[in-house]
């Protein structure tokens, strides 16, 4: 009963807000505050480290990112002789679809090594990307250099490129890729078929005679045929021969890729055109890798 | 050591054979030295342990290199690498042999594996230069880089496979009695 009429006048005095707390309380508070603030901060500093961890792999993706750009400009460079050997060709009669302008719009993933045969009848390169990551048969896979191979196999997490080391007329792997000379894209026309492995050269044979081509250029792939992409630099001219029934030459082409010690080689993805009735779908694909190149 | 754990140890070097290796091997020497250490291993397991685990062994490394690093066909090494086991296993099973004839075996299995391999790629075209130029340039360097390889691992390889008979034996003695 007296406990009661105790609790219903505490409650009285404390339920309007007051000015000041009654000393005990400020003792009470102080003391048991001075306990939490030891644990509290240790507790925030370790909370914060862990948070740190954690926006590391941000800034790890952040570095990606920017390393793409970095390689989306080098191949820049290439692309720029195209559009204006292009723009030289164009005149005002030709009626140009929106699908030819776009075609030529590659997207570089970049992929890392992971392992390395050197076999000499059977060299191969695996590498980290897979169906999962949007990599089919066939696409052509470049370095920093130039065009090191396409990929042959693919399961979703790895893929396995084989070099152009492997080109022959004979094997069923590789099919001969078609190759101009960089400044001379409308006058030359040769055919990759071969590689000749004890002078490690890559022949390009069925070069008509009166072929502009000489020693020292630079040769790219045509992306004639629509198979390889357009663009990729494979090596330079060493050696012109007339080749063996004497209607075509043949030369020999020094590659720019070096196959040992890579760590990262980026895939090229082409977007494929199919026929006419899809114009409007790739237009949107298309549009949804320009904002990607530009949001990267 | 039993057969799990030498299986397990072949599998990390064949691991370390396309990933370690092709940074510690000299960039102008890299397509001449080719890592063949597995095959090594099966042709020590041939001669002191028996013939049926380096056949065993053999296949399944052979078909493991041969997936991982599929380019043009899965089955040259699957097939010569358990045919050269087992055959090693046939001739040299459980004999009494010093290290040079040892070596000198491991040194002509690989010769004969390796000239196989490019026969068989020669006789569906897929090979690349004539075979003295394969000769000088990779099989011949690559084999003194398995016999090397070979005479490092030669005391703990040879412990390590006579162990793996030796328990055989005694648990079909146990049984027995």
């Keep these: ?296 | 050591m039993n057969i799990h754990r030498i299986v397990l140890l072949m599998l990390a070097i064949f691991i370390l054979e396309g990933s370690l290796m092709p940074w510690l091997i000299p960039s102008s020497l890299a397509d001449r030295l080719i890592p063949h250490f597995n095959f090594v291993l099966i042709i020590f397991s041939a001669l002191y342990s028996s013939r049926h685990y380096a056949l065993g062994l053999g296949l399944g490394f052979g078909l493991l290199q041969d997936i991982m690093y599929y380019g043009n066909a899965i089955g040259i090494h699957f097939f010569f690498m358990g045919i050269i086991g087992y055959g090693v296993g046939i001739l040299f099973e459980r004999k009494r042999l010093n290290v040079l004839v040892v070596i000198s075996i491991i040194g002509l299995a690989y010769l004969a594996y390796d000239c196989a391999v490019y026969g068989i790629n020669y006789l569906f075209r897929l090979a690349n230069g004539s075979f003295p130029w394969a000769l000088i340039t990779h099989i011949l360097p690559s084999l003194f880089f398995q016999l090397i390889f070979a005479i490092i691992v030669f005391i703990p390889a040879r412990k390590m496979f006579e162990k793996l008979v030796v328990t055989n034996y005694s648990d079909t003695s146990e049984e027995n009695l």
């Design chain 1, 1 to 296: 009963m007296v406990g009661f009429i105790i609790c219903i006048i505490l409650i009285g005095m404390t339920i309007n807000g007051r000015d000041k707390l009654t000393m005990p309380e400020q003792f009470l508070k102080d003391s048991i505050g001075s306990v939490q603030k030891l644990i509290y901060i240790p507790a925030s500093s370790v909370s914060n480290f862990f948070s740190d961890i954690a926006e590391l792999k941000q800034i790890y993706k952040e570095n990606e990112e920017l390393r793409q750009v970095a390689a989306l400009y080098a191949r820049e460079k290439v692309e720029y002789n195209f559009v204006a050997a292009e723009n030289e060709r164009l005149q005002q009669a030709l009626e140009f679809k929106q699908h030819q302008q776009e075609m030529y719009d590659y997207n570089y993933l970049i992929a890392q090594v992971i392992a390395i045969n050197n076999d000499p009848n059977n060299p191969t390169i695996n590498i980290n990307l897979g169906s999962n990551h949007g990599i089919t048969k066939n696409m052509a896979v470049v370095t920093v250099d130039g065009l090191l191979g396409i990929i042959t196999n693919v399961s979703p997490f790895t893929s396995t490129i084989t070099p152009i080391t492997q080109l022959n007329s004979t094997s069923p792997v590789f099919s001969a890729i078609s190759a101009t000379v960089l400044g001379k894209e409308s006058e030359s026309f040769g055919v990759l078929t071969d590689y000749d492995a004890e002078q490690e050269r890559i022949v390009m044979s069925l070069i008509d005679e009166h072929d502009p081509m000489m020693k020292d250029d630079v040769v790219i792939t045509s992306g004639i045929g629509n198979l390889y992409p357009r663009g990729l630099l494979v090596g330079t001219v060493e050696m012109i021969q007339v080749g063996d029934f004497g209607l075509t030459h043949v030369a020999t082409v020094k590659p720019f890729v070096k196959m040992n010690q890579l760590t990262e080689v980026f895939v090229v993805q082409m977007n494929h055109v199919v026929d006419q009735s899809t114009t409007e779908q790739e237009l949107e694909t298309t549009d949804l890798n320009d904002n990607q190149k530009e949001g990267e």
